[in-house]
């Protein structure tokens, strides 16, 4: 199966659909994002960019409210907290503080910037 995004004027995700695959082939069979961009505006119209379930492509799966940026060829989770900044490689959000590793339970707290354990 094929996943598509339907992205708005402002390159934000609305929708995110399945596609068989034999909708997505071209004239010598093989899968094409652009058939399968096409097969979506026949049925849909709007915007259509190709995703990943397993982000193979476009580094992270696209998810509604996702941004999708053409320039860095990826979809961008929606920013949890001011103080994470976007990793370039991944395209996902850090951090300023890493993760505890000691197996306990934490939430992030942007009031003091720091993983507090819950």
Known sequence: ????????????????????????????????ESVGIARCVQLFGGTWVQTSYNARIRKNYAGIGYTWDSGRDAFIPIKPFVSWTLD??????????AFPDDGNRYKWDESVTNWIQV
Request: hydrophobic share 35%; net charge negative; charged share 25%.
């Open 88 to 97: 370039e490689s991944t395209c996902r959000w850090e951090a300023p503080v």
């Open 1 to 32: 199966m094929a996943h598509f995004a339907e992205i708005d004027d402002n390159n934000i995700v609305t929708r995110v659909i399945v596609v068989n695959n034999n909708e997505c082939l071209d004239g010598n069979g093989d899968e094409s």
